[in-house]
């Protein structure tokens, strides 16, 4: 008799209304309490990454004990049935489910180890984004463009995973931007420098810092200009975007008034007198 067939012997069918019970509660009340959760760390702002983090490790907990919970009930081993159909139980539901076990177990690691949370954004291969949840099967990351993408949890195991924010709110932004070689360099730092620390978006409490160097010019072009890179923290990392259009609006609108040209301006002209 074949594994399957001795399982359904040990199973208590007058105990299969209660399980189906168990199953219906839990799914419902771990999606209520998720979404309870969540919605209240979208009031308290502050809190809103730890209530997310507690949000992801609920599912978990929620389908562990029903998972033991049904088990326990619906099945009745003695210990020499236990042991003669555990190890074929064990070896069919490894094949039948060995990539989801795999993301199962996966996901439990990424809720304990922690290289990234909830709420976090993180750079994964040429995805970037906030992670909205770290379920059972995936993780969910939600792009600057406001695509929402599934990652297997078991693939975080393996290749780099990098996090801007590490569950606080608070993340660094980094903003170039290229000016000729010629131009007022001091002067061109310093509304760089006012441009970010005057953005309603700036994280007040860290430090603001402005690098210069010469180089070429990225994405290709050849022309030396100079870079100057503003490191600074934006207060909540969901405004990132928001944060890197203010500075570079004030910056270029405040170039213009002075004066001072940036690199495309100097490879349009370039182009325009051949």
């Given at each position: 008799m074949d594994a399957p067939t001795n399982l359904l012997e040990f199973v208590v069918w007058d105990r299969l209304p209660f399980a189906l019970m168990?199953?219906?509660?839990?799914?419902v009340g771990g999606r209520i309490a998720a979404k309870s959760l969540d919605a209240l760390g979208e009031r308290i702002n502050e809190r809103r990454l730890l209530l997310k983090q507690v949000s992801a490790v609920t599912r978990f907990v929620v389908l562990i004990i029903a998972t033991v919970m049904v088990a326990s009930s619906l099945f009745s081993f003695s210990s020499?049935?236990?042991?003669?159909?555990?190890?074929?139980?064990?070896?069919?539901?490894?094949?039948?489910?060995?990539?989801?076990?795999?993301?199962?177990?996966?996901?439990?690691?990424?809720?304990?180890?922690?290289?990234?949370?909830?709420?976090?954004?993180?750079?994964?291969?040429?995805?970037?984004?906030?992670?909205?949840?770290?379920?059972?099967?995936?993780?969910r990351v939600q792009t600057l463009d406001d695509n929402l993408v599934s990652i297997p949890n078991h693939r975080f195991l393996n290749d780099t995973v990098s996090s801007?924010?590490?569950?606080?709110?608070?993340?660094?932004?980094?903003?170039?931007?290229?000016?000729?070689?010629?131009?007022?360099?001091?002067?061109?730092?310093?509304?760089?420098?006012?441009?970010?620390?005057?953005?309603?978006y700036v994280f007040v409490d860290q430090p603001i810092t402005v690098s210069v160097r010469e180089g070429p010019v990225p994405n290709g072009a050849e022309r030396f200009a100079v870079e100057l890179k503003v490191k600074a923290y934006v207060f909540d990392g969901r405004y990132e975007?928001?944060?890197?259009?203010?500075?570079?609006?004030?910056?270029?609108?405040?170039?213009?008034?002075?004066?001072?040209?940036?690199?495309?301006?100097?490879?349009?002209?370039?182009?325009?007198?051949?």
């Amino acid at each position: 008799m074949d594994a399957p067939t001795n399982l359904l012997e040990f199973v208590v069918w007058d105990r299969l209304p209660f399980a189906l019970m168990v199953i219906a509660v839990a799914f419902v009340g771990g999606r209520i309490a998720a979404k309870s959760l969540d919605a209240l760390g979208e009031r308290i702002n502050e809190r809103r990454l730890l209530l997310k983090q507690v949000s992801a490790v609920t599912r978990f907990v929620v389908l562990i004990i029903a998972t033991v919970m049904v088990a326990s009930s619906l099945f009745s081993f003695s210990s020499e049935a236990l042991l003669a159909v555990s190890g074929s139980i064990a070896v069919a539901l490894g094949f039948a489910f060995k990539d989801l076990l795999a993301s199962l177990m996966a996901g439990l690691i990424l809720l304990f180890d922690r290289p990234f949370q909830v709420g976090d954004r993180i750079s994964f291969g040429d995805i970037y984004g906030e992670v909205v949840e770290i379920g059972l099967r995936a993780v969910r990351v939600q792009t600057l463009d406001d695509n929402l993408v599934s990652i297997p949890n078991h693939r975080f195991l393996n290749d780099t995973v990098s996090s801007a924010n590490s569950g606080s709110l608070h993340q660094m932004c980094v903003f170039p931007f290229w000016i000729g070689c010629n131009e007022d360099i001091a002067m061109a730092k310093r509304i760089v420098y006012e441009a970010t620390a005057s953005s309603r978006y700036v994280f007040v409490d860290q430090p603001i810092t402005v690098s210069v160097r010469e180089g070429p010019v990225p994405n290709g072009a050849e022309r030396f200009a100079v870079e100057l890179k503003v490191k600074a923290y934006v207060f909540d990392g969901r405004y990132e975007t928001a944060f890197g259009t203010d500075v570079t609006e004030r910056v270029k609108s405040a170039f213009a008034r002075r004066s001072i040209r940036t690199a495309g301006e100097l490879e349009w002209r370039a182009d325009a007198t051949g």
